[in-house]
C-alpha cells in the first residue's frame, strides 16, 4: 500500500514536473497520483526500529534550481531514476535521486516524496520534518490532509512500542521432585525389608532343629516369608522404578518473563 | 547398583530356600508311617507303591524328596559280601546285576561278588578265617593269598569262631570278627577294633554282615543258642550298638541271599539235619520294620536216611543260570534248592551217600556220607566241588539243570595232601587274579588243595600246600570264612 503511494506520487511528478516546468509554481503541488488506490499512506508495522537516518541533505531545500542543461542530469530524469530504483525496493537510492531532484527543481511534491521514502525507511521523523516541509508550501487541502494524514502515521510509528524480542523457547528439563524422593525411600525400604525377610526365609529353612514335623511347618514359614519378601522386594522396585520413570518423565520448563521499557511477557512455563 | 541387580538379586535370595531337613534319629521322623532316618541323614517313609524297597523319601529331603528309596551303594569293595546292595549307576554293579539281579535289588552277597571277579575284572585278595575244632580243642588262622601264594597267621586273643564281615560303611576293607570270652566280639579293622558287648548267656556261632533293613547301616547277625535251646539270630547295629533278636529255631552257617526278590535279602540257617529259610519280611504290627520269617524249613533227612547229621553250610548260587539265586545246602547231604517261585522246602536235586549218587537211590548207603562244597557258576550252569567229610573222596557235580539228574565225577585228591586227610570246607574265589574263579579244599588237616585256573582251566587238577602248619592232629570241623579286598 505505502509503496503504491510512493510510487503514485513519483508517477505524478513525473507527469507534473513537465507541466511545472511550463508552470512553474512551487505553491501548488501536484496531488498525489490518481492511480494510488488509497491516497493516505497507511503504515505498518516495522520489525525493528533503528535510529532514523540524519538525512543527508538540509532541512531547507536550496531557494534555486540549477538550470537543467544536461537531459540526464535533469530533475526528471533524477525522479525517473527514483521511480525505477523504488521500485526494485531500493529506497535509499530513490530518496538520493530524489534529493538530486530536489536540488535541481525544489517543487514542494518533492518533499512530500522524500517524506514518504523516509517514512518507507522508517525514518519517521524525518518524514514527519518533509511532510511538515511540504505542508508548509501551502499545497491544496486535498495534500495538505494527505500529508497530514502521513504525518499522523509516521506519528503513531513513532509512539508504537518496539516490538517484543523473538520468544526464547523455553528451556526444558526433568526434574526430580519429592515425590520421587518419597518413592525412592519407600521402594528402598521395601527392598531391604524384603531382603530380611529372604534372609529370614532362607535361616528358616537352614534350621534342621526339631523334627520333621517341626521343619514342615517351619518350612510352610518359610514360604511364606518369602512371599511376603518377594511381594516386599518387588513393590520395592516399582517404587524405585516409578521414581525414575516419573523423573524421566516429569519435564518442566523455565518461567523466564521478558521486560522491556514499553511493557512484559511471560514466555512459557509449566509442566507436565 | 542397578535396578536389573537388585531385582535379580532379591529373587535369588528369595527363591533360595533350602528343602532340605536333616535327621539324626528315626524319632525325628514323624511324618506318615514308619519314619527311618537314614544315612544320608534324609527322612524316608513306608510307602508300598515304592518296589523293593517299600520305603519312599519324605518331603524336605532336597533332590530326593518324594523319590523312592533305594538303599543302593557304590561299591568300595566288591570283594566283600555282606554289604548294601550295588547301584546300578556303578560299572561294575550294572554288569554284575546284569547277571544277577538280586545284587543291586536286596544285596551284595557271596554270588555277587564271585560274579564280580568272573565279568567285571576285578582283582581281589583271598582272605580266609579258619576255626578248625576238635573237641574242645580249637585253632584260628587268617589265611591270605595276596598274589603268589597262602600265608597263614594265627590268631591266639579269638576264643571262639572267626569269621570276615564287610567294610565299615565307606570303607574298602573288610573286616575279621571273632569273640574274645563270653561277653565280647572284638571286630578288627585297619583303623583298629571295635568291641561289642553280647549277652554272655548266650553262644554265638556264626557272625555274617547283612542289610537287613535296607538301611545301609553297619550291621551283622549272630547266631546264638542259649542254655535253654533257644536259637535266635541277633541283628545288631554296630553304629549305635542296638539290636533285636528273631527266633529262627536254627543257629548255624547263616547265609544270606534272595529267597524272594522282594529288594530285601534273606537268609538260610541250619542246625543239624534242620535248615530254615529265614524270609525277610514286612512285619505285621502296623510299624513295618522288618522281620524274619524262619517258618518254612528243610530237612536232610527228607529224602535220605539220615546219616551224619552235621550240617556243613549252605551256598546262594544261580546254579540254573537263570538269573535267580538258588540254594545248595551241604551237610548230610548234597541239596539244590530251585530259585524264584520253586524256591521251598523241596529240593530238586539230591546227592547223597559214598560213592555219591542221586537220590532217590535205595541202594546207597547214606550212613557215611557227610558233604561239604561249594557251587560254582558257569557260563551255562554250574558245577558242585565236593567233598566227604567222612571219605578221602572228592567229587565235581554238574546239575543237569532242573531234571534233577547230575554228572558225577570223582577227582584226584593230591598224593601229598596225606592219605588220612578228608575235605572240610570248599570256597571258590578268584585267587590268582586271572577272572576266573578257582577251587580252594582245606582238608581234616588244615592243608590246602588248591585247583589254579591259570595252571589248570579244567579245574579238575589240585595241587596241596601247606600253608598252616601241620598241628599233627584231624579237625572235624573247620568253618572258613572266605572275603576278600580289591588289590
Known amino acids: 500500500m505505502k509503496r503504491a503511494v510512493i510510487v503514485a506520487a513519483l508517477a505524478a511528478l513525473a507527469a507534473g514536473g513537465v507541466a511545472y516546468a511550463d508552470q512553474p509554481s512551487p505553491a501548488t503541488p501536484s496531488p498525489p497520483s490518481p492511480l494510488s488506490p488509497t491516497p493516505a499512506p497507511t503504515p505498518m508495522p516495522a520489525p525493528t526500529s533503528p535510529e532514523p537516518a540524519i538525512p543527508s541533505e538540509p532541512a531547507t531545500p536550496a531557494p534555486t534550481p540549477p538550470p537543467a542543461t544536461d537531459p540526464a542530469d535533469s530533475a526528471d530524469a533524477h525522479i525517473a ?13 530513490a530518496r538520493a535521486e530524489i534529493l538530486a531532484a530536489y536540488k535541481l527543481d525544489p517543487r514542494p511534491e518533492l518533499l512530500f516524496a522524500l517524506g514518504q521514502l523516509e517514512f518507507n525507511l522508517r525514518h519517521y521523523r524525518e518524514a514527519i520534518d518533509y511532510y511538515e516541509r511540504f505542508t508548509a508550501t501551502q499545497p491544496s487541502a486535498e495534500q495538505a490532509a494527505l500529508a497530514e494524514q502521513a504525518i499522523g502515521a509516521a506519528r503513531a510509528e513513532l509512539t508504537r512500542p518496539p516490538p517484543a524480542p523473538p520468544a526464547t523457547p523455553p528451556l526444558l528439563h526433568t526434574q526430580w521432585d519429592g515425590v520421587d524422593s518419597g518413592l525412592a525411600i519407600v521402594g528402598g525400604l521395601a527392598i531391604v525389608a524384603g531382603g530380611g525377610l529372604a534372609y529370614e526365609a532362607v535361616h528358616l529353612s537352614n534350621d534342621s532343629s526339631g523334627t520333621l514335623s517341626d521343619y514342615d511347618h517351619r518350612l510352610d514359614t518359610a514360604r511364606h516369608v518369602r512371599i511376603a519378601a518377594a511381594i516386599s522386594g518387588g513393590a520395592g522396585i516399582v517404587a524405585i522404578g516409578a521414581a525414575l520413570l516419573r523423573w524421566r518423565l516429569h519435564v518442566v520448563a523455565d518461567v523466564e518473563v521478558v521486560a522491556s521499557p514499553s511493557g512484559a ?8 | 547398583m542397578t535396578l536389573r541387580t537388585l531385582a535379580i538379586a532379591g529373587v535369588l535370595l528369595a527363591a533360595c530356600i533350602h528343602d532340605n531337613y536333616e535327621c539324626a534319629t528315626d524319632a525325628d521322623c514323624n511324618i506318615g508311617t514308619a519314619g527311618r532316618c537314614e544315612v544320608d541323614h534324609h527322612c524316608t517313609q513306608y510307602d508300598a507303591s515304592c518296589e523293593l524297597t517299600l520305603r519312599r523319601y519324605t518331603e ?3 533332590t530326593e524328596s518324594d523319590v523312592c528309596y533305594a538303599g543302593q551303594i557304590e561299591l568300595a569293595d566288591p570283594c566283600a559280601a555282606g554289604q548294601p546292595p550295588a547301584s546300578p549307576s556303578d560299572p561294575c554293579g550294572a554288569l554284575v546285576c546284569g547277571a544277577l539281579p538280586t545284587c543291586c535289588n536286596a544285596g551284595w552277597s557271596e554270588p555277587c ?14 582272605r580266609v578265617a579258619i576255626s578248625a575244632t576238635k ?3 580249637l585253632e584260628l588262622w587268617d589265611v591270605r593269598y595276596e598274589g603268589s601264594a597262602f600265608t597263614a597267621t594265627s590268631v591266639t586273643d579269638r576264643t571262639q569262631q572267626l569269621d570276615w564281615i564287610a567294610p565299615e560303611p565307606g570303607s574298602a576293607e573288610p573286616r575279621l570278627a571273632g569273640f574274645v570270652g563270653s561277653d565280647t566280639l572284638a571286630i578288627v579293622s585297619s583303623s583298629g577294633e571295635l568291641d561289642v558287648p553280647v549277652d554272655p548267656t548266650r553262644t ?3 557272625v555274617s554282615s547283612v542289610d537287613l533293613d535296607r538301611d545301609m547301616r553297619d550291621t551283622i547277625a549272630l547266631e546264638w543258642q542259649d542254655a535253654a535251646g533257644d536259637e535266635e539270630i541277633q541283628i545288631e547295629h554296630l553304629d549305635d550298638l542296638t539290636s533285636r533278636d528273631f527266633d529262627t529255631m536254627v543257629s548255624n552257617r547263616a547265609a544270606w541271599g534272595d529267597y524272594d526278590q522282594d529288594g530285601y535279602p534273606d537268609g538260610v540257617s541250619g542246625t543239624g539235619a534242620r535248615y530254615s529259610f529265614m524270609v525277610n519280611v514286612d512285619s505285621t504290627d502296623g510299624t513295618h520294620q522288618r522281620s524274619l520269617d524262619a517258618s518254612i524249613a528243610s530237612s536232610f533227612n527228607g529224602s535220605a536216611h539220615g546219616g551224619v547229621t552235621s550240617l556243613r553250610g549252605f551256598e546262594w548260587r544261580d546254579a540254573d543260570h537263570d538269573g535267580v539265586l538258588d540254594l545248595a545246602a551241604f551237610g548230610n547231604s548234597i541239596r539244590l534248592h530251585e530259585g524264584g517261585s520253586l524256591l521251598d522246602d523241596t529240593p530238586y536235586l539230591s546227592i547223597d551217600c559214598e560213592p555219591p549218587v542221586v537220590l532217590p537211590n535205595a541202594a546207597c548207603d547214606e550212613s557215611l556220607a557227610n558233604f561239604v562244597g561249594t557251587v560254582v557258576p558257569t557260563s551255562t550252569g554250574s558245577i558242585i566241588y565236593a567233598g566227604n567229610t567222612q571219605a578221602h573222596t572228592f567229587y565235581s557235580i554238574v546239575p543237569n539243570a532242573q531234571a534233577g539228574t547230575a554228572e558225577i565225577t570223582p577227582l584226584v585228591i593230591p598224593a601229598d595232601a596225606g592219605s588220612a586227610v578228608v575235605a572240610q570246607a570248599v570256597f571258590a574265589r578268584d585267587v590268582d587274579g586271572d577272572h576266573v574263579l578257582d577251587i580252594v579244599v582245606i582238608d581234616s588237616e588244615l592243608g590246602f588243595w588248591v585247583s589254579l585256573s591259570s595252571v589248570d582251566p579244567t579245574r579238575t587238577k589240585f595241587t596241596a600246600v601247606h600253608p598252616i602248619p601241620s598241628a599233627g592232629q584231624i579237625f572235624a570241623q573247620v568253618h572258613a570264612s572266605v572275603t576278600g579286598a580289591l588289590e
Open chain 1, 81 to 93: 531514476r527514483a521511480r525505477d530504483l523504488h521500485d526494485k525496493g531500493d529506497f535509499e537510492g
Open chain 1, 265 to 272: 511477557a511471560v514466555s512459557w512455563g509449566g509442566a507436565f
Open chain 2, 60 to 62: 524336605h529331603s532336597g
Open chain 2, 113 to 126: 561278588v564271585l560274579e564280580a571277579q568272573r565279568s567285571c575284572h576285578v582283582t581281589c585278595d583271598t
Open chain 2, 135 to 137: 573237641g574242645s580243642n
Open chain 2, 204 to 206: 554265638f556261632h556264626d
